[in-house]
């Protein structure tokens, strides 16, 4: 249905409803007042017909106790012609107890006669009559005497001028006997007669209103009254008429007034449509001064703003694809994390329009750490705010810690914690957390080499990452969820820039790793061996190599299978890694050949090292499972050579070579055992003794050339206690 359709009916509703209300009250109302009024007439003349049909049966009555009172035959005859003579009783009859007739008067009514005691008639009421006993004057019954009167059509009217209603004589099956109602009304009369019982009035379709009396104790006569109706004619035509005119004058005057309502309302709505399909230069002519001209007003005041509003937007859109596009570029093109972050960081402020910002990433111990900030000169808690490092926030702490500690968003006015948390201050923020968007953080790297990844089954679930924060915007305003849904973009791409980057670290760290035993792979040795020789000569430290090479490993393949032959390689690289401290480096060359890299290690500690090895191979066989499914316990014992920088060799690949060299002259000496390699001739390095009281240098570290030549000095780093083992690989 259309506004104007509405607005009709709603005004058809207003003044209709009282109009129908109005008339139904007032038809109602004159009908309870004229049906009132015909009750009350009715039961004022059904007293009257109990009155008078009372008043004549005491008539009879004493006319029949004068006669009864003659004690002579004749003369009580007599009596009885006088008492009809009088008009007293229509007629007279005395029955004697055999129930015959001794004597009647002349010309009574018809029978039968009914008694005025009785409840009811039997059938056909002629005559009304009342019977007392006749005695003799000792008391002996002698008969009755029974005075009587017709009840004929003339008893009727009389009773209808009595009580001034119409008055209708019924027989006992229902059927009329004298009525002194017009023929056209009888038959409805009789036919509420049938419907009425005891003291209801009921009414006819032409508007009478009927009564039904009797038979009842002292009023044995089946009675119905009758009075018509004093309702005007046609009351109800009269007010059909009216609720219709005035139904038409109403449509009529909403159909005018909801034209007029509606016409600006349908300018709006055209509008309104071609603003929907994108043309803001849609206008609407303010015809008043009322509301809806104020709307129309309101409207055009709208199209223009949002026209400003539109040109607005569009240059933010291309603002911000500018900033996306350049995002994207740095994303595809670097894994400069730092870099990176800062321009997410940027194009965020930009889209949002804050001030300040900051990004913050979750170290290993449960610190949120500064990584790049903007605009937070002023602002910063402690520290120097060009270090963003400096910037460190406890999760759970504060509003950072928190968005860190729940994963949920935040936003709203800045209130100051009491402690403080480190947090910048401001006046008001929006901060998200980003995760991993596979959700596990990768393990080991580059920083912790010789270390591979834990089990999967050690492996934890990574939650939040770090957190992005915006502060202030200009005019004091909250950030609302518009810049929350921004911002959640751009912790998005942050987390995929933090994910890229380490697995990026990962893919370097498998390149440079062995798949089979973890160990790093001879690509990273090369580069390793490098490394520690440049930081020994730089430091003035020493570096041992160890060769090892499991003996007579080809008999383990050819025996168990190559399947029992890895289970060793895997178990003997955790060996490897049980006996050797955090700082050592583990390799895996090929084959079964493996080297081990202990910085700052003398010979005496490498020698102690690769008896620590032996041993531990040696003393625990391998368990592995044999052709028949079954496991078998392997013997596994390993040669190892060792060579020390600078003692044996000049370089790193020298030491390789002599470490690999004095690995053969165990292999000479009959297998499972170690061998020092033979110092160069000349001795690159000019040994100053040092007595066997003599004690370690103030750090605990050896220097080149200090000790004793031989493989007994004193002083060396793996040397005396055992050194600290790691926990992973046992």
């Known amino acids: 249905m259309t506004l104007r359709g509405r607005l009709t009916a709603a005004f058809l509703t207003v003044v209709l409803g009282p109009v129908l209300l109005g008339a139904f009250f007032v038809g109602s109302t004159l009908s309870a007042v004229d049906r009132g009024r015909a009750t009350e007439r009715l039961g004022l003349a059904a007293a009257g017909v109990r009155t008078s049909v009372d008043a004549l049966c005491q008539q009879l009555r004493a006319a029949a106790d004068a006669v009864a009172l003659v004690a002579d035959p004749a003369a009580r005859s007599r009596a009885a012609d006088q008492v009809v003579s009088r008009g007293l009783a229509a007629a007279v009859q005395i029955v004697d107890t055999a129930g015959r007739t001794s004597y009647a008067t002349l010309g009574g009514p018809a029978g039968p006669w009914q008694d005025c005691a009785a409840d009811a008639a039997t059938g056909p009421v ?90 009842s ?24 008429g009216a609720v219709v005119l005035a139904a038409l004058l109403a449509v009529l005057a909403a159909w005018r007034l909801a034209r007029v309502t509606t016409r600006p309302l349908v300018e709006l709505a055209g509008a309104v449509d071609r603003v929907a399909h994108g043309d803001l230069t849609a206008r609407v002519p303010v015809r008043s001064r009322d509301e809806i001209g104020r709307l129309a007003g309101a409207f055009n005041r709208m199209t223009r703003e949002t026209g400003s509003y539109v040109a607005a937007l569009t240059s933010s859109r291309d603002q911000l694809r500018g900033h996306l596009t350049v995002l994207g570029d740095t994303l595809a093109s670097t894994h400069d994390l730092q870099r990176i972050l800062r321009v997410i960081l940027h194009s965020a402020i930009v889209a949002t329009g804050a001030r300040a910002g900051a990004v913050l990433l979750l170290d290993g111990d449960g610190v949120l750490v500064g990584q790049c900030v903007e605009g937070l000169d002023g602002r910063w808690p402690t520290g120097d705010p060009a270090d963003p490092a400096t910037l460190r926030v406890q999760v759970g702490a504060g509003v950072l810690g928190a968005v860190a500690a729940t994963g949920e968003p935040l936003r709203g006015r800045w209130e100051p914690a009491d402690p403080p948390t480190g947090e910048p201050s401001c006046e008001t923020y929006v901060a998200v957390p980003f995760a991993a968007p596979h959700g596990a953080e990768p393990r080991g790297g580059p920083d912790r080499p010789g270390h591979p990844p834990a089990d999967d089954d050690d492996a934890t679930e990574c939650g939040a990452l770090g957190v992005l924060a915006l502060y202030d915007r200009p005019g004091a305003d909250e950030f609302d969820d518009g810049d929350l849904v921004t911002l959640r973009t751009f912790a998005g791409h942050a987390a995929v820039a933090v994910e890229n980057v380490r697995v990026h670290e990962e893919a370097q760290r498998l390149s440079l790793t062995d798949p089979l035993t973890g160990l790093w792979n001879y690509r990273y040795l090369r580069e390793s061996i490098r490394r520690e020789v440049e930081r020994a000569n730089r430091f003035g430290r020493m570096l041992s190599v160890l060769a090892l090479d499991l003996d007579r490993f080809k008999d383990v393949n050819d025996t168990w299978g190559h399947a029992a032959g890895d289970a060793v390689l895997v178990e003997f690289a955790r060996r490897v890694r049980g006996e050797i401290r955090e700082v050592d480096l583990a390799f895996r060359q090929g084959g079964e050949e493996f080297v081990v890299l202990l910085p700052e290690t003398d010979a005496r500690g490498a020698t102690i090292v690769a008896e ?39 370089g790193g690949q020298q030491v390789l070579d002599a470490a690999d060299d004095a690995l053969y002259a165990a292999k000479a000496a009959g297998r499972d055992g170690y061998r020092l390699a033979r110092a160069p001739d000349p001795v690159p390095t000019h040994e100053i003794p040092v007595v066997a009281a003599a004690v370690s240098p103030p750090d605990g570290l050896p220097r080149a050339g200090a000790g004793d030549a031989g493989p007994v000095a004193q002083g060396g780093a793996s040397s005396g206690p055992h050194p600290p083992r790691q926990s992973r690989g046992r």
Do not use: N
Request: proline fraction near 10%; charged fraction near 20%.
């Open 126 to 215: 002629r005559a009304l009559a009342a019977r007392v006993r006749l005695r003799d004057p000792a008391g002996a019954d002698l008969g009755t005497v029974a005075a009587a009167q017709p009840v004929d059509p003339a008893f009727v009217a009389r009773l209808a001028a009595v009580t001034g209603v119409g008055v209708t004589l019924l027989d006992d099956p229902g059927r009329i006997t004298h009525t002194t109602e017009d023929r056209e009304v009888r038959a409805a009369v009789l036919a509420a007669a049938r419907e009425a019982a005891g003291d209801r009035v009921t009414d006819t379709a032409d508007g009478r209103y009927v009564r039904r009396i009797g038979p």
């Open 612 to 650: 620590r090895l032996g041993s531990v191979v040696r003393d625990q066989p391998v368990r592995v499972e044999g052709h028949t499914g079954e496991p078998i316990a392997v013997p596994v014992t390993v040669s190892i050579g060792i060579a020390v920088y600078p003692d044996h060799a000049a």
């Open 217 to 240: 104790p002292g009023q044995p006569l089946p009675l119905v009254l009758s009075v018509p109706g004093e309702r005007p004619p046609g009351l109800y035509a009269a007010l059909v």
